[in-house]
């Protein structure tokens, strides 16, 4: 499985962006999909992570940090999940990856839990 990330940017502290992450290969739909973000001199950490439950019964789940402010989706049809991130502040502020998990797993936050991770795309909260 291949990832790709995009739609990072720079925004204002309030404002809005959506990432997206296209995923190549005919299986997606069963990968528990996951955001992470890294920002300078910290380790990775999670930020949300879906997997589909089949029909329209999607599982999400989310950071204490982020929570109600994020929003993650996916669309299977389209091979690609997307991170909604409103009311950003400067502490967002981050490399931001995609990871799929494999197994199908419900509630996986480790980096070590995810087998295949996108390149990454900056976003940067001005305070």
């Known amino acids: 499985v291949q990832l790709q990330a995009c739609g990072g940017g720079l925004v204002q502290a309030g404002g809005s962006l959506r990432l997206s992450c296209a995923a190549s290969?005919?299986?997606?739909?069963?990968?528990?999909m996951g955001w992470f973000r890294q920002a300078p001199g910290k380790e990775r950490e999670f930020v949300t992570g879906i997997r589909w439950s089949g029909g329209n019964t999607y599982y999400a789940y989310y950071a204490d940090s982020v929570k109600g402010r994020f929003t993650i989706s996916r669309d299977n049809a389209k091979n690609t999940v997307y991170l909604q991130m409103n009311s950003l502040k400067p502490e967002d502020t981050a490399v931001y990856y995609c990871a799929a998990d494999s197994r199908q797993r419900v509630g996986v936050r480790e980096v070590y839990e995810y087998d295949y991770w996108g390149q990454g795309t900056q976003v940067t909260v001005s305070s």
């Open positions: 290969g005919r299986t997606f739909s069963m990968y528990t």
